[in-house]
């Protein structure tokens, strides 16, 4: 019904910046909000930042300064900017987005996941 289909992760050196992108596509009537999240091994999935159907951003105080979260809502698209990369910020990477399919369902929908490493 609805798929999120996620790019630009890989390897980076500290200090290098990398643009992840999110694609929603399938059974969609309207996104909400729309988020990026990680998970560090041994760790719990923690949020990036989120963004409103009108731009309306949200930021983790531990996220705020190096990312930035940007959405095109004709492509039902959500991007995240990332700079000034840490060995810390190694994870993996998800999109999610609130999405109403029909009258009768509105769910939160995943992407699979995108791996970035930051080496020393």
């Known amino acids: 019904q609805v798929r999120l289909v996620e790019s630009g992760g890989g390897l980076v050196q500290a200090g290098g910046s990398l643009r992840l992108s999110c694609a929603a596509s399938g059974s969609i009537g309207y996104i909400y909000d729309m988020g990026w999240y990680r998970q560090a091994p041994g760790k719990e999935r923690a949020l990036i930042a989120s963004i409103g159907s009108g731009g309306t951003t949200t930021y983790a105080d531990s996220m705020k300064g190096r990312f930035a979260i940007s959405r095109d809502n004709a492509k039902n698209t959500v991007w995240l900017q990332m700079d000034g990369l840490t060995p810390e910020d190694t994870a993996v990477y998800y999109c999610?987005?609130?999405?109403?399919?029909?009258?009768?369902?509105?769910?939160?929908?995943w992407g699979q996941g995108t791996q970035v490493t930051v080496s020393s």
């Open positions: 999610k987005a609130d999405v109403r399919v029909n009258i009768w369902s509105r769910n939160d929908y």
